[in-house]
């Protein structure tokens, strides 16, 4: 398989770089809530430079690397602002390292910079074994944590949040979390199935709670939930955060770190051809993938 991205930067934009693709990967967040109907999606990407901006320092065509382009990914070419990239971490298949970039940096941005994670806390991530939850539990455990994983026994998800590291995990078909009477010191709530009120029993009297799914509540938007939980927090030496991950390449680099180390690895629930994106992405849009799906643009780019 010959894959290849195109990498340019302003001053580059007309000379009409034409990169091959590379393999992408959706999130369900950018397709379900801010997916573009008329453009092209996907954000995650891996694969080979094709060619760079004059101005562009410290790539070159041929090397291999993973990234975000905001403009789409799924596609036989990818372009973004060199920033947005970092050589693919040496143990991974460009397949894999496709599937890395924006859920592994929510979770390491949620966990690291948010919450500010320490050895010995107790967090607890709910999706457990979904695209972010998958890389959180592996993340939390790398920063020294003791992790309860929430999923369901669906698929053997219990079995898999265990193998990614999670001391605990609870299965959310049979126990609520928020009403175990177990308080964690922080809480990445990748489904937000439970109120602010609810899951905020759940913490520490000086927890932080990341609600990192931006759904509405009963009674509000998810804009209106994001302002609630901002105004709760004056009100409350709880923390409760809700943020938006961004692309960045010291993270990237710190996640490379962090997979060349054994720490963490991707999790692909499946692969589709470019042809198939359309199927790939209702699957994701079902809401119960295991890890993350990726989406392969072969040597002659359609399948
Ligand atoms: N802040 C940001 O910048 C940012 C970036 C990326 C994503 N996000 C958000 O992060 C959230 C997670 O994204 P994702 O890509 O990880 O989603 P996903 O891959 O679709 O994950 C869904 C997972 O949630 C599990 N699940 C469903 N209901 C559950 C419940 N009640 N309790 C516990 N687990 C449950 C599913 O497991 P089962 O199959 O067992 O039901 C599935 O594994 C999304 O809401 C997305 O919007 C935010």
Known sequence: ???????????????????????????????RRYGRPDGIRGMDVAGRVEAVGRSV????????VFGRSSTGTLAEYACAPADNFAPKPANLTVEQAAAIP?????????????????PGQTVLVTGASGGVGTFAVQIAKALGAEVTGVCSTRRGN????????????????????T?????????????????LSAARRALTPTGTLIPNNGKGGRWVDPLGRIVK?????????QTLRPFLSRENRDDLLALKELIEAGKVLPVIDRTYPLSQAAVALRYVGE????????????ATGHQ
């Open 1 to 31: 398989m010959g894959l290849a991205l195109s990498l340019i930067d302003e001053d580059a934009s007309a000379a009409g770089f034409a990169g091959l693709t590379t393999a992408a990967t959706m999130m369900a967040f950018v397709h």
């Open 179 to 195: 009403r175990t009477g177990q308080r964690y010191e922080v809480i990445l709530d990748n489904v937000e199935a439970q109120s």
């Open 102 to 118: 924006i859920s592994a940096l929510t979770a390491l941005q949620a966990l690291r910079d948010i919450a500010k994670v320490l």
């Open 158 to 177: 219990v079995d898999l949040v265990r193998s990614l590291g999670a001391d605990h995990v609870i299965d959310y078909t049979r126990t609520d979390f």
């Open 57 to 64: 320092q410290g790539l070159e065509p041929g090397d291999a």
């Open 229 to 237: 939980a901002r105004l709760l927090s004056l009100f409350t030496r």
């Open 287 to 298: 809401g119960h993938t295991q890890g993350k799906i990726v989406v392969i643009v072969s």
